[in-house]
């Protein structure tokens, strides 16, 4: 048994972090049609051997309508009175105007949970402007805050808005609402925003704002790396290490394996999550440091470490990380057969459940692949299938 199998879910005008958040449920059991447009696949094109590897699409059928037209709007009407969910990443006020929002659609099925993925929210004064993870997390507060303090902002890759905010946050909206309409019978709206949810992430941050007006700088708190206990360092063999010695039992183990106790009084305080290092010391245990990680590959030293219950990790790159014990242990590369393409892989899956585990059930569809399956399923007969297609409402 899958835990989602009976949840059906109908995904359209999706970017790849709404794909994201309908593979994850997808992933649990979802039964997801991707309703793509019958001129190109919004956002992305995969096609034969691509699609394989796509795993954003993996385990949903893909269908093709005119969502402009009125015969194509028919179809995604009865697709909706049969559905659990709706899944939506158009700007604010495209599903208005294509008459399947959510107050058309929840009055041909009160049940339905309709949830929209747009950039600043479905209202107020940003909710129309266009952007991208770069945008929404700039107006969140969180790209001020990545780099070091004397250069200007690092651009982090869109991990953070479009793939940790958005996507996850409308998976836990769309359960929430599911668990909400078991108790009361009946569905609602579901409103992510990818900035607030952004901004949820600095939660740790802003209590401080909050309670004493303090407003940390880029490169300058513990979590940023200022102190010599949570860092990052350069190894002999050019690669890098990190240590996290937040905990004083951590940074005195590492103290004395160093040869340094003289440094083990210099420990996290509360401070440390909103100032910058004060005084010479600081800098010159940093620097000390810095020499003594230089003097054995990254290996050794995560070896070393990890022996002394050091909290430590090895900075891979992306071939490294695929090949990584523990990665590999706990199934995130998934190699699965292919029928034309052979051994695939694909990442795995989270989160790990003990009775009701994810799996894959299928690979991505190309574009349009499931149109006259899904169309019959629903009771069209293969002659008014072709009439759509004839008629652009369907491809």
Not at 324 to 342: A, F, I, K, N, W
Not at 365 to 373: A, F, L, R, S, V
Request: aromatic residues 10%.
């Amino acid at each position: 048994m899958l835990a989602l199998e009976k949840v059906r879910i109908l995904e359209v005008g999706s970017l790849t972090p709404s794909a994201f958040c309908s593979m994850i449920m997808g992933d649990f059991g979802a039964q997801v049609i991707k309703v793509e447009s019958v001129e190109s696949r919004f956002g992305v094109s995969v096609k034969g051997k691509e699609a394989a590897y796509y795993p954003f699409d993996r385990n949903k059928k893909s269908i093709r309508l005119n969502l402009k037209s009125d015969a194509g709007r028919e179809v995604f009407c009865r697709l909706a009175k049969h559905a659990d969910v709706i899944l939506e990443g158009f700007r604010p006020g495209v599903v208005k105007r294509l008459r399947i929002d959510y107050e058309t659609m929840s009055m041909l099925n009160p049940k339905i949970i309709y949830c929209s993925l747009s950039g600043y929210g479905q209202d107020g004064p940003y909710s129309q402007f266009p952007g991208h993870d770069i945008n929404y997390i700039s107006i969140a507060g969180v790209l001020s805050l990545i780099g070091p303090s004397e250069s200007p902002p690092v651009i982090p890759m869109n991990l953070i808005a479009d793939f940790a905010a958005a996507p996850l946050y409308g998976v836990i909206g769309v359960l929430t609402a599911l668990v909400a309409r078991n108790e009361t019978g009946k569905g609602q709206y579901v409103d992510v925003a990818y900035m607030e949810g952004a901004l949820s992430l600095l939660t740790s941050l802003s209590q401080w704002y909050f309670l004493d007006g303090i407003v940390p700088k880029r490169g300058e708190t513990l979590i940023h790396g200022a102190y010599p206990y949570y860092a990052v360092y350069e190894t002999s063999d050019g690669k890098y290490i990190s240590i996290g010695c937040v905990e004083p039992h951590f940074w005195e183990r590492l103290c004395r394996l160093i040869g340094r106790e003289d440094y083990i009084p210099y420990q996290v305080t509360m401070s440390h999550y909103y100032q910058g290092p004060e005084g010479e010391k600081w800098e010159a245990i940093s620097s000390d440091l810095k020499r003594i990680f230089l003097t054995k590959t990254r290996d050794e030293w995560f070896d070393l470490l990890i022996k002394h219950d050091i909290p430590a990790g090895k900075v891979n790159t992306l071939d490294e990380v695929f090949s990584d014990p523990q990665v590999l242990y706990r199934q995130m590369v998934l190699e699965l057969e292919h029928p034309v393409y052979g051994k695939v892989k694909q990442s795995g899956i989270v989160p790990k459940l003990s009775h009701t585990p994810g799996m894959v059930r299928s690979f991505s569809p190309e574009i349009g692949e499931n149109t006259k399956e899904v169309l019959i399923e629903l009771g069209f007969s293969t002659q008014e299938v072709e009439n759509l297609r004839n008629v652009g409402a369907a491809a």
